[in-house]
Every structure is written in C-alpha cells, then in structure tokens.
C-alpha cells in the first residue's frame, strides 16, 4: 500500500505522470480497492473520523484517464465514464429499479437501494436503507443501520482532499427533504425531522437545556433534531435565519427500531 500512496502523491504533483501506464495501473487499482470495500476515504479509529486524503485524490486522477462510453440498460442509453455497479445478487445488496450505485463506491451486504443514487468513494453499512430519490454523494460514509428517508441529499465533498466527507454514523435517522453537506458530521442514533438542513455553518443549537449551545457541522450521538430558526441582525433590520434545534435525546435501546418510533412519538418529529 506504501507503494500505491507514494505513486499516487506523485501523480497528484505531477499530472504528466497519468500517461504512465504503471500509474494509470495503480488509479485503477485504488479504485477496484474502494469498489471492494477494502480501502475507505474515512475511517472511524478509536472514535475520532481520519481522511485518506490520497484516495480522493485518487478518484479525481481517475476521471481523466478513463473516457466518456454509452451505457446501455435496456432501451435507455447513457453517455458516461463510470459505469453502475452490478452484480447486486452477489452482493447481498437489494437494488430495486432504478436504484443506482457508480462503481467505485461500496455497499455492505444487507443495504437496500430504493430508486436513489450513491456516488463513487461513498461508502454504505450494512443494513442501511436509502430511500426513494435519495443521494448519497461522492466519498459520503453512511453507517450501518441508517435510514436515510425520501429524498434526502447527501453532498459529495470530492476538493479539497484534505476536507471531511459527510459522514452519518450507525443506527441515524435522517428524515425526507434532509440536506446535509459540506463536510458534515451526524453522531450515531441521532435523529433528524424532515426537511432539517446541515452546513458547515449552519447554527446547530441544543436547547434542551437552560443555556443553549450551539454546535456547527456536528450533530451529537442520540440528539433529535428539528428545523428551526434564529433571529439575526443585518443592516436593513433583523431577519429569521434557518438553523437545527435539538429538541431532546433518543433514549438507548437495544431494539434501535423501537428506539426510533419513541423518540419520533414523544418528541412529535415529522419523518
């Protein structure tokens, strides 16, 4: 792997090195390694998300050295350089029609793909639904357990290399219209309303308490999120800004399902 890495950075410093047949070798070879699952933009060690930066500066070497062909699937027809996963049977991936993931990214057995899309580098943990017209983007790290609901986007955060992915760890649940971007973190079993929108510089304030705190690009294990809005001063007078309240926590189960339904009930959450 030293070797991969030291060819990698070199080619990312010197961009005549991709006509290197050896190199263009390896950019494939890190790419087959995401598609496997053997490798990962990010990794969870010890509690605290590292970035391997070389592996997406991998995938934006990969698009220039492959190109542009038509992709069939049935009558329809595509014009693209990365082709769909396939062989979902073997998997142990459900993919109902029109559920899409680019090769290059990896899905655990047990996932389910409703009509959605997940994007290359984008890893997805087992039992983890995506849900009708959802997106998970490029390099976005989806836990296991997770139902990411009706049309929400997941950002892709491909540049710079050194910056965060989006990154939902296990048994979260993101409700329909959720937007979470720009290198967003959202702890495990949290649980976020419908239509909550995560930046990086989105107001995320716990209000659960009598001092209110206020968290930005993270969302806390367990915390039940909803759509809110601060009031904030500007030139031509005050004016609602749009932010995340956290209304409360999700109490510990065993059965992470009937955790969930709980803390939607008692906190009133629309999904």
């Known amino acids: 792997m030293d070797e991969i890495i030291k060819s990698i950075e070199s080619a990312w410093s010197d961009r005549s090195l ?13 790419i087959r390694l995401l598609d496997t699952g053997k490798i990962r933009v990010a990794e969870n060690r010890n509690g605290e998300w590292i970035v391997h930066e070389w ?6 070497l990969y698009f220039p050295i492959v ?9 329809l027809e595509f014009y693209d350089k990365i082709p769909p996963k396939t062989g979902y049977d073997k998997l142990g991936v459900r993919a109902v029609p029109t559920g899409i993931a680019r090769y290059g990214s990896f899905l655990e057995p047990g996932v389910i793909l409703m009509p959605s899309y997940v994007n290359i580098g984008a890893y997805v943990g087992s ?11 490029s390099c976005a790290q989806i ?6 609901a009706g049309g929400v986007g997941i950002g892709g955060v491909l540049e710079p290399p050194q910056a965060r992915p989006n990154i939902i760890e296990d048994n ?5 219209r959720c937007i979470i971007v720009e290198g967003a973190l959202i702890g495990s079993e949290a649980v976020l309303g419908a239509n909550v ?8 304030i716990d209000v ?11 969302v806390p294990p367990r915390s039940v999120v909803i759509p809110g809005s601060y009031t904030k001063e500007y030139p031509a007078g005050n004016y609602q800004v749009p932010c995340a309240l956290i209304i409360g926590q999700r109490k510990e189960s065993t059965d992470k399902k009937v955790s969930l339904n709980d803390a939607l009930r008692e906190y009133d959450v629309s999904a």
Request: proline letters at 1%; aromatic letters at 6%.
């Open 18 to 30: 991709i006509a290197d047949p050896k190199i263009k070798s390896t950019i494939h070879e890190v």
């Open 55 to 60: 592996i997406k500066k991998a995938i934006l």
């Open 67 to 75: 190109e542009n062909k038509i992709i069939k699937a049935g009558d």
């Open 127 to 137: 039992g983890t639904m995506v849900d009708t017209w959802a997106t998970v983007g």
């Open 143 to 148: 836990g296991k357990n997770v139902h990411l």
């Open 172 to 176: 979260a649940f993101i409700g329909s």
């Open 197 to 204: 929108v995560i930046t990086g510089s989105t107001h995320i």
């Open 208 to 218: 659960t308490a009598k001092e209110s705190t206020i968290y930005k690009g993270y």
